[in-house]
């Protein structure tokens, strides 16, 4: 495998659902500020060498738009990586294919940053880039070749292992590349309940059934503090 092992690492209410502010209220005998940190806990048990994040998630933590920064450099005649400052030994890779998230800091949560884009994205964005030392790799002509993203990430950064902790759009789009090789899913003891909300896997394509050449084997099924519970699942491809 050149790619790096990617483990789809997320928290869902009981019926499936992503946004924590519409879930039930956790039982009067669980302590909710402890409930996150049972994700953050098994995160650290997957032992993995990179977070990523899909670009509706970045733009949560980085919410500035990229309007330019009057760069006249004319766009790189090769496409190539750049690497950057990679000084920790954890990276935080974000999908921002279309060049337009302004980041403030070439770090997240201590992690240093490694930006995936398109090969249409400017080269102004690109100079952005390489001023605040983020490094950045290219995923295809619309930033949508995650193979080829990965197989970057793993011979450009090292990455033998990453997490990926997007919303569903993401991780329905990698699991139907079969790109994913491991569910790892912390169930918070509440529910959701709503119809149409946001599902940990939410494939947008044409594929009805973006799963249907997939089966799931159960590595490990634990009972955690606070309520929740951690399902591990390889997934294998037909």
């Given at each position: 495998?050149?790619?790096?092992?990617?483990?789809?690492?997320?928290?869902?209410?009981?019926?499936?659902?992503?946004?924590?502010?519409?879930?039930?209220?956790?039982?009067?005998?669980?302590?909710?500020?402890?409930?996150?940190?049972?994700?953050?806990?098994?995160?650290?048990?997957?032992?993995?060498?990179?977070?990523?994040?899909?670009?509706?998630?970045?733009?949560?933590?980085?919410?500035?738009?990229?309007d330019g920064c009057g760069c006249h450099k004319a766009f790189p005649d090769q496409i190539h990586t750049f690497v950057g400052d990679?000084?920790?030994?954890?990276?935080?890779?974000?999908?921002?294919?279309?060049?337009?998230?302004?980041?403030?800091?070439?770090?997240?949560?201590?992690?240093?940053?490694?930006?995936?884009?398109?090969?249409?994205?400017?080269?102004?964005?690109?100079?952005?880039?390489?001023?605040?030392?983020?490094?950045?790799?290219?995923?295809?002509?619309?930033?949508?070749?995650?193979?080829?993203?990965?197989?970057?990430?793993?011979?450009?950064?090292?990455?033998?292992?990453?997490?990926?902790?997007?919303?569903?759009?993401?991780?329905?789009?990698?699991?139907?590349?079969?790109?994913?090789?491991?569910?790892?899913?912390?169930v918070y003891p509440g529910i959701d309940g709503v119809k149409g909300e946001p599902s940990i896997i939410d494939y947008v394509g044409?594929?009805?059934?973006?799963?249907?050449?997939?089966?799931?084997?159960?590595?490990?099924?634990?009972?955690?503090?606070?309520?929740?519970?951690?399902?591990?699942?390889?997934?294998?491809?037909?």
């Amino acid at each position: 495998m050149l790619r790096p092992e990617v483990i789809c690492h997320i928290m869902t209410s009981v019926d499936g659902r992503l946004l924590p502010s519409k879930w039930s209220k956790p039982y009067v005998g669980y302590d909710a500020q402890k409930i996150g940190y049972q994700y953050s806990y098994a995160g650290e048990l997957n032992r993995t060498d990179a977070v990523m994040m899909g670009t509706a998630t970045v733009k949560e933590f980085f919410p500035e738009h990229f309007d330019g920064c009057g760069c006249h450099k004319a766009f790189p005649d090769q496409i190539h990586t750049f690497v950057g400052d990679v000084s920790d030994d954890g990276l935080f890779v974000a999908l921002v294919p279309e060049g337009d998230v302004r980041f403030t800091t070439n770090r997240f949560r201590g992690m240093c940053i490694v930006v995936v884009v398109s090969e249409l994205v400017s080269a102004d964005y690109l100079e952005f880039l390489e001023s605040m030392d983020i490094s950045y790799v290219f995923a295809g002509k619309k930033g949508t070749d995650m193979t080829v993203a990965l197989d970057a990430l793993r011979h450009d950064f090292g990455i033998h292992r990453l997490s990926l902790q997007g919303g569903g759009i993401i991780n329905g789009s990698m699991l139907q590349l079969h790109l994913v090789d491991e569910l790892s899913i912390v169930v918070y003891p509440g529910i959701d309940g709503v119809k149409g909300e946001p599902s940990i896997i939410d494939y947008v394509g044409k594929e009805t059934l973006p799963a249907d050449s997939l089966s799931l084997e159960l590595i490990d099924c634990k009972a955690m503090n606070e309520g929740c519970v951690w399902l591990r699942y390889k997934v294998h491809a037909d």
